[in-house]
């Protein structure tokens, strides 16, 4: 095999593009650009991660649905106060066969404007509330930007849940538990830590009331990600749709329901391989892996008997059925004709979180070998420990992955309150959290300030001189506020901005 050709530090989209392609998780659809085709690799963390979010939400009484995936132009309408900043995005079906189709239809790129004529028929009573559907599925977002595997994609698999609530505070509730499920999804099953905050004006959901999101970090280009997000619609697609319930305190009043809507889609995946990987290639955390220990026969060489060959092979057999047993997903690595130097290299590439090695060495101390595949530490376990030993270790592995990334996200969010420190603090890879006052001109003006100058000489510079680097944009408003910020006196951190600071807001270079 070839491994990784480039290194993460030296060209990180290029190793990111080969660790996605190499580790068989991904295959370009070269048939049409910006499409990706996801292999076995891929849909076992998928499923890993739908199956946990799946049962969790069914705790919260959310139940299943499916709507049709086309949209018409009607109930496009509908939602015509932000249509328009979408429009660019959305794949029309104009024709079947080879007749033109009477009204053409648009292939979903979210489902409100699907859903909602049929909310509006099913709720009626406040009995009817809570309604709350969730639906797995796919979206396609004619992207006009660079698309890459996971990150950026003009289809991909998500989940879109949408509730109806008799009020504010009820639907608030919600957003803020279906929040914390995201931030588990990252935290406990792709050891990716995430901060948990609120969108500003700018940067919500457009057509909602207010965004709450989980926000990643990437230590290699320090940028922030969205994770995903949990919008509080308010009453504005009621309104829209006119869902309504008549008043249970006031006969004959009618109230528009409060909805929420809320996404989480593969890009976590794209997420989780930027984080751990290394110049190896894929490093997976043990809870997510398809396979969690690869078990490889070493030291079989040509001059074993056949008879003591068959013996060992035996052995190993043992070793795979008590890790079986113990509920450990394991393989055994017996190809002929490769050694086990190619074998470790494959599956290191392949991010497997446990080499166990098994030689006439090994079988005469009655131990296993181990490799861990995020640290390369090696040792030994005893044949008679492997059932309490090897889950404790995967365990550790999936612990000490999060605590090496939440360190490097700590490390690199810093807290800022002299302008002049921003840009540096950006260019060292942090991301920034300042005193500001959450007003969208200022934060465009902040975007403005801190995109990299391309210098003059620069204009007219040879090909592949460095273009400039983008400004900062918000991320979120921590729930975890800092200390230090005083109401009427602090003011906002942006030198052309007069304005007094409204919160602590985390900005950064982003995706
Ligand atoms: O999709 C949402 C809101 C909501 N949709 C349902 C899941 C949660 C949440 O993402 C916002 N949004 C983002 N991006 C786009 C659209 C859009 O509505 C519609 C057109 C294409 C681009
Ligand atoms: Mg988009």
Not at 96 to 102: H, N, P, Q, S, V
Not at 137 to 156: D, H, I, M, Y
Not at 404 to 420: C, M, P, S, V
Request: with cysteine; glycine share 6%.
């Amino acid at each position: 095999i070839i491994g990784i050709t480039v290194s993460k530090t030296d060209n990180f989209s290029q190793w990111y593009q080969e660790v996605v392609l190499k580790a068989e998780m991904i295959e370009y659809y070269t048939e049409i650009s910006g499409f990706f085709i996801m292999r076995p690799a891929t849909m076992h963390i998928w499923n890993t991660i739908r199956k946990w979010f799946q049962e969790r939400i069914e705790a919260l009484g959310v139940e299943e649905t499916s709507f049709p995936m086309f949209l018409s132009q009607k109930s496009l309408e509908k939602e015509k106060d932000h249509v328009e900043g979408f429009a660019p995005e959305l794949a029309w079906v104009t024709k079947a066969g080879d007749k033109d189709l009477e009204v053409p239809v648009a292939v979903r790129p979210t489902s409100e404007a699907v859903m909602y004529p049929y909310y509006s028929k099913w709720i009626r009573s406040h009995r009817d509330l809570p309604l709350r559907l969730n639906q797995w599925n796919s979206v396609v977002r004619w992207e006009a930007k660079q698309t890459t595997p996971f990150l950026r994609a003009r289809e991909f698999l998500w989940q879109e849940g949408h509730t109806a609530h008799l009020t504010e505070q009820l639907a608030g509730e919600e957003v803020l538990q279906i929040l914390e499920l995201y931030a588990g999804i990252y935290e406990q099953l792709l050891a990716v830590p995430v901060v948990r905050g609120r969108k500003t004006e700018a940067e919500k959901f457009a057509g909602g009331y207010y965004t709450t999101t989980v926000e990643g970090y990437i230590p290699s280009n320090g940028r922030g990600i969205q994770g995903a997000t949990s919008h509080c619609l308010g009453q504005n697609f009621s309104k829209m749709f006119d869902i309504t319930v008549e008043d249970p305190n006031e006969k004959g009043k009618h109230i528009n329901v409060w909805q929420n809507s809320w996404g989480l889609s593969t890009r976590v995946i794209g997420v989780m391989v930027m984080i751990h990987g290394d110049d190896k290639g894929l490093v997976l955390p043990p809870r997510i892996a398809k396979i969690q220990s690869i078990l490889i026969p070493v030291g079989l060489t040509a001059k074993m008997t056949a008879e003591d060959k068959e013996k060992h092979l035996k052995h190993l057999d043992e070793i795979f059925f008590t890790l079986k047993k113990a509920g450990i997903r394991t393989e055994v690595d017996l190809r002929e004709g490769y050694t086990p130097a190619w074998k470790f290299n494959d599956w290191e590439l392949k991010g497997v979180p446990l080499r166990l090695e098994f030689g006439p060495k090994d079988a005469a101390k009655d131990v296993v070998s181990y490799a861990r595949r995020d640290t390369g530490e090696k040792g030994t376990i005893p044949l008679a420990e492997l059932t309490a030993k090897v889950p404790e270790l995967l365990e550790t592995i999936q612990q000490d992955m999060y605590n090496k990334a939440e360190a490097a996200y700590r490390a690199h969010r810093l807290q800022i309150t002299k302008w002049d420190d921003v840009v540096p603090a950006l260019d060292a890879k942090n991301v920034v959290i300042i005193p500001h006052c959450l007003v969208p001109a200022c934060e465009d003006k902040v975007k403005e300030l801190t995109a990299g100058r391309a210098d003059d000489a620069a204009e007219n510079a040879p090909e592949g001189h460095k273009a400039p680097s983008m400004g900062m944009k918000s991320l979120c408003i921590p729930f975890e506020q800092p200390e230090g910020l005083v109401k009427g006196e602090t003011k906002c951190l942006s030198p052309e901005c007069t304005r007094l600071a409204e919160q602590w807001c985390m900005f950064g270079r982003s995706y």
